[in-house]
């Protein structure tokens, strides 16, 4: 569906003022949604190896000789362990870095992640943002998924008629498990929580489930470590009985997979596995806890929102700690000011809504540096943030947050940012083609300067006091050591530590005779310290998960300040802790017998054949992009909206065809859609014939007439048969223009015109019947941000221009007008306050007649009963939850949100004037209002994923706007139920 949908939703924006056509879809997903930008077309050409098809755009035969190579050596790997073969090559896009990767049409991704499989055409994504090493490792990774979309649903297209999904552990797991390596990030979370009793638990459908929040889906971590119990426990061939027992496992029987494999039930499983988790943590039984000799400063979370300090930035004065964090209520990343002294959360200072960047940057990795960095005067902050294609150095006011000047950076991935102490530049890593180096940012000018240039695999900078020295971390062999170079001459450098283990994130004491740093020799993060002029080590901590960016208080290096990972969680913790002589691995002093270690080589080897290299042939097979959906939904007057949708593209998702079909009543309505995104310039093609109902206000030009029938006896059916060529180009993520030029035939009456013409008299002379030939343009932005729930805060706008064509006098001529505005305001802990205005006029000869009510646009007016050609209706909603999840005989409903409403709304036709009408009594006069509207309180749950309102609305009459809001009301509350998504 997720493909399906943009080509829809696209199709239902270009028609501007004439969405009114399309309701049904306009209620599936009511909002206009942010914009991919694809800031330049790859040129993709393709290469055949034994078991793979990789496609690439770079230009450098080496690079592909070493991709295919690894390719190979992953397919070797994998193939073996899990005895298994594939029976067609395994598309492998590759993406030069990971801001490439997110312009794929193919995949969504988001912030973080490393490479992507799918199901249905076995397609593998990754990017070239890591070390070989490592992405070495992510093939094995996403190729054993290919390997477990094969084992369980067969062939490519297999998953379209699946019934059999294994829990999440059994694909991460599996492919953790496959790499036969253990990150120490990886080892830091299953450890602590071994150590803090936080371990997740087995459920009887054999799932993996924790109580206790985690940094990352236990799927991964404690999959990895469960497959290696279960081979332990069961055998070298575990794996396959497992996996043959999931194959067999429909989602409509009782799954306990365990049971199947190896007839054991999933809680004896759980027992086991704890007790194994237990017994391989023991050696670190007796290692401390930094609450043992720190005192914690800064968030407690649940106490307060923030979790996870991410990284931290002492300032030149010491009193005071900036760090990143993750804020749980606003769902957002944020930087917190905490006092050294005691400990407090002194002020958010990036809290709040803002366009100026998209997120802030954050790693979980410490080896790759800091994440934020305090200027020598103590008045800026530095960090990284998106902004646009790649990420953009920010400086802001250290204590109010103000936005001092923003650089963008023409490289990927930037990290670890230092102020040189004269403060005119900064120092930072990132990526350009592939290549991880140092750089320097002149803050002036705004210059990038390379200052490495090299091969090497460069991390985390700082730079000594007197500005004389860089210290940084370059990978050597397997692991991260610290190296020490002329500020000037970075080509003399010199590796300071030696011994197995990492050396990472150095930094220089106040007074630049000593670098603090954080190494696992003993198989946890601990704080050391190397004396540059004695060359001795000292360790700080023996601890049992990981001490991380040491730093030592300016005016006494005696006290630390250093983040750990404890119970789940980075905390801020201050110490004066004492060195103790380190004699053991970490050393500053190379062996005797030292080899150069040995640079990364696949297993497997072989040469390029350069005639082999194809251009991609762009539009040529085309496959089934998902699963066709089902979809429905019910408007408040009962009318239930249902409809499928089915999508064919090429490998590359840049061409794509869609096939619409929904109904509603017996209104059937039918779109076949082209759509090109092959660049930032996107367009589409579509012909359709769509059929829509409302009800015409049959008494707005005769109220004498008002009580003879029913609203519902006035159904209009609207048909529209046309074809539209569109274009739609992003000028960022959150703005884009579109255009359209279309032709159109209107078939519109009453759906019982007899009874209503007997009734009225005459004919009601405002349906449209004909041809039209129109053009539209648009401007549209989305800054909305949205939870589980829907919009939480930003603001949405829509301007839409459209003008009918002169071509003759037999078709159909007007100019439409129309705004739509929306905000919302985010006022914490999920409650907001939602604004709506909605606005439309069509003008000329023979004028568009909009429609709209019930739902959430006027609650209190019967659904599509308010007909127009020149309106506006206005919400203000105040949303806020009540209860997270309930669980219920039909399931679970959740969350459930209550809101508070009002709406108004005024229309008119033509040049007649805007009025609507109230009859007391059969024996009364109606009486005249300018406009109308509803104010009450509703409830709002969640099922099968569908949002399902109950509302109790009071109508209100307003008798002039332009003498205020003075209303009338009439009547009890009315019960509105309705199915669809807020505005």
Same mark, same amino acid.
């Given at each position: ?654 061409? +794509?065809?869609?096939?619409? @079909?929904? *109904?509603?009543? !017996? %209104?059937?309505?039918? =779109?076949?859609? /082209?759509? #090109?995104?092959?660049?930032?310039? +996107?367009?589409?093609?579509? @012909?359709? *014939?769509?059929? !829509? %109902?409302?009800?015409? =206000?049959?008494? /707005?030009? #005769? ?281």
């Amino acid at each position: 569906m997720k493909k399906i949908l943009p080509a829809v939703l696209l199709a239902v924006l270009a028609l501007g003022p004439l969405a009114a056509v399309l309701p049904g879809q306009v209620i599936y997903y009511p909002y206009y949604g942010k914009n991919r930008v694809l800031y330049e077309p790859f040129q993709w050409r393709s290469y055949k190896t034994e078991h793979f098809e990789i496609f690439f755009y770079e230009d450098n035969p080496e690079r592909l000789k070493r991709l295919a190579e690894m390719c190979e050596s992953a397919y070797l790997r994998v193939s073996g362990k899990l005895k298994h073969d594939l029976s067609k090559r395994v598309p492998l896009l590759y993406y030069l870095t990971f801001t490439d990767l997110e312009q794929s049409n193919v995949f969504q991704v988001s912030e973080g992640v490393l490479g992507v499989s799918e199901p249905l055409l076995f397609r593998t994504a990754v990017h070239g943002d890591m070390p070989l090493h490592e992405l070495q490792d992510l093939l094995v990774h996403e190729l054993s998924h290919v390997f477990q979309f094969d084992i369980l649903w067969g062939s490519q297209g297999g998953v379209l008629t699946a019934l059999n999904v294994p829990p999440l552990w059994a694909f991460e797991g599996l492919s953790e498990f496959a790499t036969g390596k253990w990150s120490p990030w990886s080892r830091l979370i299953v450890r602590d929580a071994i150590l803090s009793d936080r371990l997740p638990e087995i459920s009887e459908a054999g799932d993996l489930l924790s109580r206790y929040p985690l940094p990352r889906d236990p799927a991964y971590d404690f999959g990895h470590a469960l497959y290696e119990f279960l081979a332990e426990r069961f055998g070298p061939h575990a794996v396959r009985d497992l996996w043959a027992a999931l194959k067999n496992t429909t989602a409509l029987g009782k799954r306990d997979p365990f049971k199947r494999a190896f007839n054991v039930k999933a809680g004896e499983i759980s027992f086991d596995f704890k007790k194994y988790l237990r017994e391989r943590a023991r050696p670190f039984l007796l290692r401390e806890s930094p609450e043992d000799y720190s005192t914690p400063i800064g968030p407690a979370f649940p106490i307060n929102p923030y979790y996870f300090a991410f990284s931290h930035a002492l300032s030149p004065s010491g009193e005071v700690v900036a760090t990143v964090t993750f804020n749980a209520r606003d769902y957002d990343m944020d930087i917190l000011l905490i006092s050294v002294k005691d400990g407090k959360v002194m002020k958010n200072i990036t809290r709040g809504y803002t366009t100026r960047y998209e997120y802030l940057k954050y790693e979980i990795d410490a080896s790759l540096g800091r994440l934020l960095a305090w200027s020598p005067d103590g008045d800026t902050l530095a960090f990284f943030a998106r902004a646009g294609r790649r990420h953009a150095l920010f400086l802001i006011d250290a204590f109010s947050g103000r936005l001092v000047r923003k650089h963008d950076l023409d490289i990927d991935q930037p990290n670890g940012p230092c102020f040189t102490p004269d403060g005119r530049a900064v120092l930072m890593t990132g990526f350009k083609r592939g290549v991880h180096d140092i750089y320097r940012l002149d803050l002036k000018n705004g210059a990038l300067e390379n200052v490495t240039r090299d091969d090497e695999f460069e991390k985390a900078p700082s730079v000594s006091p007197d500005g004389g020295t860089l210290a940084f971390t370059q990978r050597v062999g397997e692991y991260d050591k610290l190296f020490l170079a002329p500020f000037g001459d970075l080509s003399r450098r010199r590796q300071v530590t030696f011994g197995p283990g990492h050396t990472i994130s150095p930094r220089f004491s106040p007074d630049g005779r000593m670098i603090y740093f954080s190494g696992d020799a003993r198989d946890a993060y601990n704080i050391y310290s190397l004396n540059l002029e004695s060359g001795e080590v000292l360790r700080y901590t023996d601890v049992q998960s990981g001490n991380f960016f040491p730093e030592p208080l300016p005016g006494d290096s005696r006290v630390l300040v250093f983040s750990s990972f404890n119970k789940s969680s980075f905390q801020l913790f201050r110490a004066e802790p004492r060195g103790v002589r380190e004699e053991g691995p970490i050393s500053s002093v190379p062996p005797e017998e030292e080899r150069p270690s040995p640079r990364f080589e696949p297993i497997v080897s072989f040469d390029i054949q350069k005639e082999k290299i194809e251009p991609y042939r762009g539009l040529g097979n085309l496959y089934i992009t998902a699963r066709p959906p089902v979809d429905a939904i019910v408007s408040s007057d009962g009318s239930i909206y249902g409809g499928s949708a089915v999508a064919f593209s090429d490998l590359m998702s840049d061409h +794509q065809f869609s096939v619409v @079909a929904y *109904q509603v009543r !017996s %209104f059937r309505s039918y =779109d076949l859609t /082209y759509l #090109n995104q092959r660049g930032r310039l +996107q367009w589409m093609f579509n @012909a359709f *014939q769509l059929t !829509s %109902f409302y009800y015409p =206000d049959y008494a /707005y030009y #005769n109220p004498s007439i008002y009580n003879t029938i029913s609203y519902r006896d006035a159904i209009a059916q609207r048909q529209m048969t046309g074809a539209r060529l569109a274009a739609y180009y992003p000028l960022s993520l959150y703005t884009r223009l579109q255009g359209t030029f279309g032709y159109y035939h209107f078939e519109e009456d009453y759906l019982a015109p007899f009874l209503m013409r007997q009734v009225q008299q005459r004919q009601y002379g405002s349906f449209l019947n004909g041809q039209l030939l129109q053009v539209s343009l648009s401007a549209v932005g989305e800054t909305t941000r949205f939870k589980n729930y829907g919009p939480a805060q930003g603001h949405t706008f829509a301007l839409t221009f459209s003008q009918a064509l002169p071509v003759s006098s037999a078709f159909l001529s007007n100019t439409n007008l129309e705004a739509d505005i929306r905000r919302y305001v985010y006022l914490g802990a999920d409650i907001l306050l939602a604004l709506r205005w909605d606005g439309f006029a069509s003008l000329g000869k023979e004028p568009f007649m909009f429609y709209f009510g019930g739902n959430n646009q006027v609650r209190s007016a019967n659904y599509y009963n308010i007909v127009c050609t020149q309106g506006w209706y206005f919400n203000a909603e105040l949303r806020l939850p009540l209860i997270n999840a309930a669980s219920t005989i039909i399931g679970a409903l959740g969350p459930i949100r209550g809101v508070v409403f009002f709406d108004a709304a005024q229309a008119k036709i033509r040049d007649y004037p805007a009025k609507f009408y109230y009859q007391a009594a059969a024996s009364s006069s109606p009486k005249e209002y300018a406009a109308i509207g509803s104010f009450g309180f509703g409830f709002q749950a969640f099922f099968l994923g569908l949002p399902v309102h109950l509302e109790f609305a009071k109508r209100l009459y307003f008798p002039s706007l332009a003498e205020g809001l003075s209303y009338e009301s009439f009547g009890d509350y009315e019960t509105k139920f309705w199915i669809g998504f807020d505005f």
